[in-house]
């Protein structure tokens, strides 16, 4: 990996998020803030932001590679199929891991704690707190590595990096992250991956990956998931997600495809 863009977006985002989430545990061990203070919120939220901020710096000195991160930022028109796509994937993993465990497991909670409707509401947030990190990994990193390997090994190297990123959030207290399973999350992290390389290779939005992530992240917060009690119901959930995208890979003939994917 000799791209400059690429080291340069990983190494500012690192630095500069995880000055802020450690300054946070800093703080927080020291007990001059606490969770859902100002501060601590303000420090929390300008970490996750820290991907998107890192990939225009890295790349804005490239004029045609910073031309091409805008188009694909603010396109909107894509099939409307994606769109529905994007909104029901996560359901469909969730449910039908739901429904597997049911099976072999013989026992499940509710597949929702609340309302799908609720998760609405909560996708400008969500946007902002999660979605936005799409800038960076989708808009700038993912076609950076795709000049130098394939879309499988430019999924794998994202999901890695963007999974060990998080590890700050673990120390946390009050974060959804801590106190779960760092293993699992990173299952998930590499599921995501996969299939947000689909979305992006099929749509060359940017867009439309911020908006999956979001919602993603919107689905989590309402409950999806939450089902899963024991750690054989987690790993089924990461088996499934890992499978589907890989299958899809295969469906849309990605899994050897280099820099140059082919477009709908």
């Not at 996560?90 to 465990?101: A, D, I, K, M, R």
């Not at 400008?124 to 390997?149: A, N």
């Not at 999806?224 to 003939?253: E, G, H, M, Q, Y």
């Amino acid at each position: 990996m000799k791209n400059r863009i690429v080291l340069k977006f990983v190494a500012l985002t690192y630095l500069m998020a995880w000055s802020c989430w450690f300054a946070v545990i800093i703080l927080m061990n020291f007990n001059i803030i606490k969770y859902g203070d100002i501060l601590f919120m303000s420090l929390y939220l300008l970490g996750g932001i820290c991907p998107s901020l890192a990939g225009i710096i890295a790349i804005r000195k490239s004029k045609s590679d910073y031309q091409v991160l805008k188009t694909e930022l603010c396109k909107f028109k894509v099939n409307v199929l994606w769109y529905m796509g994007i909104f029901s994937i996560p359901l469909f993993l969730s449910g039908l891991s739901w429904l597997l465990n049911l099976l072999l497991v013989g026992k499940s909670g509710p597949f929702l704690t609340n309302s799908i409707w609720a998760a609405i509401p909560m996708l400008p947030v969500m946007i902002i707190g999660g979605g936005s990190e799409e800038i960076g990994w989708r808009g700038v990193m993912l076609p950076q590595l795709f000049k130098k390997m394939s879309v499988l090994k430019a999924s794998l190297l994202i999901a890695i990096i963007w999974g060990v990123w998080h590890l700050p959030l673990w120390f946390i207290k009050g974060v959804p992250q801590y106190g779960s399973s760092f293993i699992f999350f990173m299952g998930g992290t590499f599921s995501l991956s996969f299939m947000l390389s689909i979305i992006y290779i099929r749509t060359r939005s940017v867009f439309v990956c911020i908006l999956f992530h979001a919602i993603e992240n919107a689905y989590l917060n309402i409950g999806l998931d939450s089902w899963a009690l024991v750690k054989t119901s987690s790993l089924l959930i990461v088996l499934v997600s890992l499978l589907i995208p890989l299958l899809l890979f295969r469906v849309f003939n990605l899994t050897r495809q280099g820099c140059r994917p082919v477009m709908p």
